[in-house]
């Protein structure tokens, strides 16, 4: 079930970005036999809010839903590779891409729930998703993956990697941010996917094929 968040708490989660969340210190990953706690905490990476690099409000009220994600889905933005590292053009890319997805795509804010620079910065993509992250008991509904918007996570690592790989800080910080999202959400790190595993596209090109790498160390990062 979803529901629409409230301006407050929107609000409340735009001044969250350098708050401690919590929740998972020690939690659960994943479900059902294979479950496990996590014997090494994440500490939480510096991700920009919406407020921070400047995103437009909403066209309309995004959609909480009333349970926790059970995947991560890894993308890539298709954009020219910058050889641009800073955070400022980490703060442009989030704009141009809600700026596409508003303006090009109609759809009610950035699809994604978060955004990875090809300097490592971390910003929030659809509004509400940080909040919903360091609380880690509900997800933002997003506009990332055709079936996967009410239970995935959607983060865009920034270029395009259909014959080259990412810069390793963009990679450093991928398995970071799914570290700390799998301890938030209880996701087990087998539970990190590409877009292509679910609709019909190249996305997330060479990234798709370091999935399992991806996954090892993410698991190592937990304590696995």
Known sequence: M??????????????LLGAAAGVGALAQIGSGPGARAAAT??????IANCATWGARPPSSPVSVVTSRPNKIIVHHTAFPNTTD????????????????????????DSGQHFTNSRGGYLTEGRHG???ALLHGQ???????????????????NDGIYLDVQPPQALWNSLVTFCAFTCQQYGIAPTEIYGHKDFNNTQCPG???????????TVAARLGG
């Not at 905490?41 to 510096?46: A, E, G, L, N």
């Not at 590292?85 to 009610?108: E, F, K, P, T, V």
């Open 85 to 108: 590292y800073s955070l400022a053009q980490a703060y442009r890319n989030s704009r141009d891409i809600q700026n596409l997805h508003m303006d090009g795509n109609g759809w009610l």
């Open 129 to 131: 998703s940080l909040y």
């Open 41 to 46: 905490r994440v500490d939480q990476p510096t």
């Open 138 to 156: 509900t997800m933002v509904q997003g506009a990332h993956c055709v079936g996967q918007n009410s239970q995935a996570i959607g983060i865009e």
């Open 2 to 15: 979803s529901v629409p968040v409230p301006r407050r708490t929107v609000l409340r989660g735009a001044v």
């Open 206 to 216: 060479l990234l798709h094929d370091r999935l399992p790498e991806l996954r090892r």
